[in-house]
């Protein structure tokens, strides 16, 4: 797939992931972006790995399903390793 393609795939993907997983992710746009980029990389390698086949062929619904998957697994990482504060019992 070519890097516009990446580009378009991941910003929709993370636009997506940020609606879907809940919290204050505090990254923005740019981090929305990233996040979707890693996102696709991430679905279309865990989804290839499953299924033997190449999910990082082009814009179409099986590579955006792929990188929403990835997205939300890159955000919700994301959210729990940059957890501050919280609720803690005393």
């Given at each position: 797939?070519?890097?516009i393609?990446?580009i378009?795939v ?19 746009v ?6 979707g ?8 390698f ?6 033997g ?38």
């Open positions: 797939m070519s890097i393609a990446w378009v991941g910003a929709i993907a993370g636009f997506i992931a940020s609606k879907v997983v809940p919290g204050d992710e505090n990254y923005g740019l981090g929305g972006l990233v996040a980029i890693v996102g696709a990389l991430v679905g279309g865990l989804f290839g790995a499953l299924t086949e190449d999910w990082t062929t082009g814009i179409n619904i099986g590579t955006i399903v792929a990188a929403i998957v990835g997205a939300i697994i890159v955000v919700f990482v994301w959210n729990m390793v940059t957890k501050r504060g919280g609720s803690r019992a005393v």
